[in-house]
């Protein structure tokens, strides 16, 4: 295949081996072998991303598929997923992209200027990259971010947060939207389910938090592995701490997937079990994912109680709400509304 940009983040090792310091993975790669995230190539001494451009996964989906409940309710954007992931999930629910390389995928690299064009199709609010860790393609991003947000596309990343702190502030200075996944609440469940770093993770989350991003966080509620309480009331202890209780949180039903198909899908009184903890610590705005119950979506005013949002499925009414602010108490509502 033809190689793509050279990587940036790449520092020499030993003799042609190369360490990349793009995620905290730190790979150390020989001539001729990838990163862990498999896009990340190995060249005579010198770092490719060979992912740059490849997005052979290209959907309109609903905002609120994303998941992003408190960002511009029932418009549709344009989802565009590449392959590769820095981090090795036994449950992953998106393996076929996240595991795979982007060797033949050739036909489906999209030059960054007409990614721009994509954007701009009718109906979509703009780009989200997502299926896979967008992150990874980084290069690709620095190139087509600047255009994207200059042609007034807004930019969304549904990503894992498993990034190097230097890289992840450039990527989030330029998104307008981001769902993270915190994936459990232990750094022992984050290196043996996932292949990462809690803390790197959290950083992030604050970081982008920090920078003004819109940011909500999807929490894989998966039994037996980080449905305890301990590990639950931690990561809402934390979110109260270093965020705030208005961070939209989605807590998500495990499907048995990929390396983990003896664990059974989460009950849903768990969820509901969750939702009601997170409530009572004072969250805001507390979703149910990946299962369909009465009012498990909707979205309430936290002053008055008011259904702001009502969502069926993916069906959105926005009503009684305008502009973030509700119409009966006048409270202002955490999001981006237009
Ligand atoms: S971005 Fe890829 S190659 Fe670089 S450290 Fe992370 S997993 Fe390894």
């Known amino acids: 295949m033809q190689p793509g940009v050279e990587a940036e983040y790449q520092f020499p090792h030993e003799g042609v081996s190369v360490r990349c310091e793009l995620c905290p993975n730190s790979c150390i790669i020989p001539d001729g072998g990838r990163g862990i995230c498999s896009v990340r190539v190995n060249r ?116 894992n947060g498993h990034l190097s702190p230097e890289p992840w502030k ?6 307008d939207g981001a769902n993270i996944d915190v994936k459990g609440f232990t750094e022992e469940f984050y290196r043996d389910v996932t292949g990462g770093s809690l803390r790197s993770v959290l950083e992030n989350v604050r970081a982008a938090f920090d920078m003004g991003v819109h940011v909500e966080l999807t929490y894989l509620v998966i039994p037996g592995r980080n449905d305890d309480g301990d590990q639950v009331a931690g990561f809402l202890q934390w979110v109260r701490d270093h965020l705030s209780t208005s961070v939209p949180l989605h807590f998500t039903r495990f499907h048995p997937d990929h390396r983990m198909t003896d664990v059974p899908p989460t009950p849903v009184k768990t969820l509901e079990r969750i939702r009601g903890e997170a409530v009572d610590s004072g969250h805001e705005h507390v979703y149910i994912g990946n299962a369909w119950g009465d009012g498990f979506n909707d979205t309430n005013c936290p002053g008055c109680g008011k259904v702001l949002i009502n969502r069926d499925g993916y069906s959105t009414r926005v009503k009684g709400f305008k502009n973030g602010i509700c119409s009966s108490c006048k409270r202002e509502i955490y999001g981006v509304w237009k």
């Open 44 to 159: 005579g001494g010198a770092l490719f991303a060979d992912g740059y451009g490849i997005y052979p996964a290209v959907h309109m989906d609903p905002i609120e598929k994303k998941p992003l409940n408190h960002f511009l309710p029932g418009s549709s954007i344009l989802s565009v997923g590449s392959v590769g992931c820095n981090l090795r999930c036994l449950h992953c629910q998106n393996h076929s992209l996240a595991r795979g390389s982007p060797l033949g995928l050739e036909d489906s690299r999209i030059p960054p200027g007409e990614m721009v064009g994509i954007s701009m199709k009718r109906g979509s609010v703009g780009i989200a990259f997502t299926y896979n860790e967008p992150t990874i393609n980084f290069e690709y991003l620095m190139d087509v971010l600047p255009d994207l947000r200059g042609s007034g596309a807004r930019v969304v990343m549904v990503t």
């Open 170 to 175: 450039r990527v989030m200075s330029m998104t």
